[in-house]
């Protein structure tokens, strides 16, 4: 399998700009989170779909972060409009639920810097 | 409030030495606690998993032990090698929904 495939893989955009980030999870995952990484918060998640549902986006930081999964090999995280505090790298993840005891699978991540 | 804390200070050790991170957790009662390797520039790895009812868990030179009184993992790599510097994340999933929380993890370094 191809794993987690991300795009774009880097990003320069202005403030104000809208930045969309794509991501096509493994074949048969039927879990989808996306991640932000920052030096200073660490692995924050943001949001997860559940068979292309979802579930928990109570970590989505505000209005300007939306996210959707049309199908299940399709995902997509908008931010409209971007600030320069969005500046971060953005991984998306995928899982098989199993019972107890998911094991995630990460994308290289989306680097991106506002300006 | 619910924490998961990794020592934030890098760790740095001696080629051939045994490496131990902690992961302390708060107000969490996990069914199982993972471990994640991250190199620079790339997504996090999968190594380890162990489960509440499991006081510990070896994979080659990796031992992960579970202690659920203490609300600790720790995090151990035996005859450590330069190859091994990365950074380690632990993860569990509080709610038992498939919702996975990181830790900030801890850098390590392995020098020759």
């Known amino acids: 399998d191809a794993g987690v495939i991300q795009s774009p893989r880097h990003e320069v955009t202005e403030m104000g700009q809208e930045v969309t980030l794509r991501c096509k999870p493994i074949?048969?995952?039927?879990?989808l989170f996306w991640y932000r990484q920052t030096m200073m918060r660490g692995l924050e998640l943001l949001i997860y779909?559940?068979?292309?549902?979802?579930?928990?986006d109570s970590g989505m930081p505000e209005d300007r972060f939306s996210a959707k999964m049309p199908n299940a090999s399709f995902s997509t995280l908008k931010i409209q409009p971007s600030e320069p505090r969005d500046s971060a790298v953005y991984f998306c993840?995928?899982?098989?639920?199993?019972?107890?005891?998911?094991?995630?699978?990460f994308g290289e991540g989306s680097w991106l810097t506002v300006v | 409030s619910q924490k998961i804390e990794q020592n934030s200070e890098a760790l740095n050790i001696q080629e051939g030495k045994t490496a131990t991170l902690t992961c302390n957790y708060t107000?969490?009662?996990?069914?199982?606690l993972q471990w994640y390797r991250q190199d620079p520039g790339r997504g996090p790895v999968f190594l380890l998993l162990?489960?509440?009812?499991?006081k510990e868990k070896r994979k080659e030179r990796l031992k992960v032990t579970f202690d659920t009184t203490l609300k600790q993992s720790l995090f151990h790599i035996t005859a450590s090698q330069p190859a091994d510097s990365a950074t380690y994340l632990c993860?569990?999933?509080?709610?038992?929904?498939?919702?996975?929380?990181f830790g900030q993890g801890t850098t390590l370094q392995v020098k020759p």
């Open positions: 779909f559940n068979n292309n549902v979802p579930i928990d």
């Open positions: 107000n969490y009662s996990p069914a199982y």
């Open positions: 074949s048969g995952h039927d879990y």
């Open positions: 993840a995928s899982s098989l639920s199993r019972g107890s005891g998911n094991t995630i699978y």
């Open positions: 993860a569990l999933d509080g709610s038992n929904t498939g919702k996975l929380i």
């Open positions: 162990i489960r509440e009812n499991e």
